[in-house]
Nanobody, 123 residues
Framework: EVQLVESGGGLVQAGGSLRLSCAVSGFTFDDYSMGWFRQAPGKEREGVSCISKNDGSTYYADSVRGRFTISSDHVKNIVYLQMNSLKPEDTAVYYC????????????????WGQGTQVTVSS
């Protein structure tokens, strides 16, 4: 059974930091690029970041570049998203997803979503 379990969300003040974790099981972690998406109420889903299965290259949305860092541990099968200098507009549910990457774009795979973790940034 494919499982992606996010943790680490919460309430933080603007300027603060959080680290999200995503524990993966049920599929071969090394065979997939991994990404984080987010969705805020009333807004479209947004791809936040991706890490490539091939060489560990990382990709970021313009809105988070320089503030967020994606990484992965291939021993523990965990994907991380370190979020610094958080802003109120970062408030959303964050999802860990296995993705298909094409160049600088990444697309979620339908059956490879976590349940999401809420991040709330107060001003």
């Amino acid at each position: 059974e494919v499982q992606l379990v996010e943790s680490g969300g919460g309430l933080v003040q603007a300027g603060g930091s959080l680290r999200l974790s995503c524990a993966v099981s049920g599929f071969t972690f090394d065979d997939y690029s991994m990404g984080w998406f987010r969705q805020a109420p009333g807004k479209e889903r947004e791809g936040v970041s991706c890490i490539s299965k091939n060489d560990g290259s990382t990709y970021y949305a313009d809105s988070v570049r320089g503030r967020f860092t994606i990484s992965s541990d291939h021993v523990k099968n965990i994907v991380y998203l370190q979020m610094n200098s958080l802003k109120p507009e970062d408030t959303a549910v964050y999802y860990c997803v296995a993705v298909h990457r094409e160049g600088d774009s990444w697309f979620p795979l339908d059956d490879y979503w976590g349940q999401g973790t809420q991040v709330t940034v107060s001003s």
